[in-house]
Structures are given as structure tokens and as C-alpha cells.
């Protein structure tokens, strides 16, 4: 009995602060891991989803099709989640991803844009799988956009809507305030993905759970893009404290984190200048490792390139802006 569904994303989130250079044998070591400790789902696939191995995103080191698989593999009870980007990721990835054991998608959009998710969203359900509408940046837009945009990822088939905090902008009660809109609204189950940018994963996925979300994301380690996400052993062990049912087993998550995603962390998972000025300047967390590239090769402080970025309002997708502001700065 789960009162909570935890969601891990160290293999898909966590696949941006690795550079996108997971290896199977990492990936099959993790997943047992999960699977050991009772995570109900976890995600496996590229850092921006199916597709994302792009020069524009960074290239995965292997085929995000293998790594699916090599997960799967190791459940026996954990379901195998993908994300997609209508676009960056094609229904044809969605099929190969059941091919190759997944059972859940999350078709994930800019807070403003569901409305391009349609097709993917029904095509989502029609293999079966269990399918949630993701909407990033959503701190972009005020909560009545984000009921209406919620409204139409439901009105596509989508079982689970997720309020994205894909800059660790929020503050608890913008948090509270969305949440709480959306289980006024609509009929799915709601979800939340936070980032520590602002040190407030934690407390923001808890005020998430008091309005009303059911479905919660993290991290082992908080291995995630930016600052990572909020950490899942640390999760479960305050929502233990707090007498909510995940499922998990709270030594055996400690010692999944503690023993194998711990010696593979390319480096701390840490509030850095960098990414406390995503979460206060409002930047997508995965611009952090390629703004540190920016700003090595044109020579600008990297918060001033981010905090540019947060001025024009960038979004995921536009990495190559990075570069475009730090050589602007440069001159
Ligand atoms: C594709 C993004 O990295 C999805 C995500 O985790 C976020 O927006 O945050
Ligand atoms: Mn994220």
C-alpha cells in the first residue's frame, strides 16, 4: 500500500549531470538497486527525454534503447518510466521504449505548449502504457494557465499531470498554490519534480503532497540537472517520519545511494554560485554544464551569462543561446 508514488530519476535526470555517459553496466547496477528497495517507477532514458542524443543536447555515450532494456531487465516488480518531448522524441521511440520493457511515459511540454502532446499522449495510452502529462518551466506561467494546460493534457488521456519546477524557481507557497489549483480542477492524479536550486526540493515536494499531489520525483544522491532534484532516499525517509506509505525500503535505498550511485558521481551534487543563480534567475537546470562551457570558452562569468538567460526567458531546447549570450557578454 503506497500513499505516495515515488518516481526516481537519477537514470534520466540524472543523465544530464552524467554528461549523458551512463554505461549499461551502471544503469543495470542502479536499476537493481531500485527495483531491491520497492521504487515504484523509475525514469531511463536520455537527460531531454527519448531522442534528446542530439549535438544540441550532448550525444549519449550508449543508445538510450539498450539502456531501457538493460533496466528493465532487472525488475521484477519496479515499472521502467521514459520521458518524451513531442518532437525531440517521435512515436516510433515511444514504441521501441515498450519494446523494450518500459511502462510508463511522460509526455512533457513547456508550461504553455500541452497542446502539441495530443497525439503522443493518446498514442502513449494505446500501447498501454501508463501516461502522465509533464509541464516544465512552470514557474513561467501564472496557475490559471497551468489549470488549462493541465486541462488538456486530461482531455488527451493523460492519467497523472506534473507541475514541473524544471528551474528550482518556486517557493513553497507558489508551490502550494499551483498544486492546490490543479486538485480543485481536473480529475487525474497529480504529480511534482522538483529542483534544489533554491535548496527547496524537499520543502517544496512536501507542500506538493499537502495540496494534494500523489505522485513525487527524485533523485539518489539528488543526481539530477542543476542543483539535482529532491534527494529519494532523504524522501523517504521524512515521508516515513510523517507516516506516509511509499513502498520503499528505507536501508535499502540509503545503501543503493551510498554504494553505487555515490562513487559514480562525476562531481557533488551541490548548490554551486551557478546553480543557485538558475534558481533565482529562473534558468532551465539543465543550462548549467553547458553554460560552464560558455563561460570557459568566451572568458564571462557564468551568472552573468545565466542571469541573461533568465532575462530573455530562455526555455529548454535553446542551448545553443548559451553560447549566442556569453559571446554578446564577451563583447
Ligand atoms: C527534459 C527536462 O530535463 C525535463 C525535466 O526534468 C525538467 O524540466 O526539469
Ligand atoms: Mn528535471
Known amino acids: 500500500m503506497r500513499d505516495i508514488h515515488i518516481l526516481d530519476v537519477s537514470l534520466r535526470d540524472g543523465s544530464h549531470s552524467m554528461k549523458h555517459q551512463y554505461s549499461e553496466q551502471q544503469v543495470r547496477d542502479i536499476a537493481r538497486g531500485l527495483n531491491q ?151 487525474c492524479e497529480i504529480g511534482f519534480h522538483a529542483h534544489n536550486n533554491m535548496s527547496l526540493a524537499m520543502a517544496n515536494s512536501l507542500a506538493a503532497i499537502e495540496a494534494g499531489a500523489t505522485y513525487i520525483d527524485g533523485s539518489l544522491r539528488a543526481l539530477g540537472a542543476g542543483s539535482g532534484n529532491t534527494q529519494t532516499e532523504v524522501l523517504v525517509a521524512v515521508l516515513q517520519r510523517m507516516g506516509i506509505q511509499t513502498g520503499v525500503d528505507l536501508y535499502n535505498i540509503i545503501d543503493v545511494a551510498n554504494d553505487i550511485v555515490a562513487p559514480i558521481l562525476p562531481r557533488p551534487q551541490e548548490i554551486s554560485g551557478s546553480s543557485l543563480i538558475m534558481g533565482y534567475a529562473g534558468v532551465y537546470s539543465s543550462f548549467l554544464l553547458h553554460t560552464e562551457k560558455a563561460s570557459k570558452q568566451f572568458g564571462v562569468d557564468e551568472r552573468d551569462i545565466l542571469v541573461e538567460l533568465g532575462r530573455r526567458k530562455t526555455v529548454g531546447g535553446q542551448e545553443d543561446l548559451i553560447y549566442e549570450v556569453a559571446q554578446s557578454l564577451r563583447k
Open 37 to 187: 528497495a520497492g521504487v515504484e517507477y523509475f525514469e531511463v532514458a536520455h537527460g531531454d527525454g527519448l531522442g534528446g542524443s542530439s549535438l544540441q543536447y550532448g550525444l549519449s555515450a550508449v543508445d538510450e534503447l539498450k539502456l531501457i532494456e538493460a533496466a528493465a531487465n532487472e525488475c521484477t516488480d519496479s515499472k521502467v518510466a521514459v520521458l518524451l518531448i513531442p518532437g525531440i522524441g517521435i512515436k516510433d521511440d515511444l514504441k521501441n521504449a515498450v519494446n523494450a520493457g518500459a511502462k510508463m511515459a511522460r509526455v512533457a511540454t513547456h508550461v504553455t505548449e500541452a497542446d502539441i502532446s495530443a497525439q503522443h499522449i493518446a498514442y502513449s495510452r494505446e500501447l498501454g502504457l501508463k501516461t502522465a502529462g509533464f509541464l516544465m518551466m512552470a514557474h513561467m506561467a501564472p496557475t490559471s494557465v497551468i489549470v488549462e494546460q493541465a486541462k488538456l493534457f486530461e482531455s488527451y488521456g493523460a492519467e497523472i499531470v506534473y507541475v514541473t519546477d524544471s528551474a528550482g524557481y518556486l517557493l513553497p507557497d507558489q508551490v502550494t498554490e499551483r498544486i492546490r489549483a490543479l486538485k480543485e480542477n481536473i480529475g
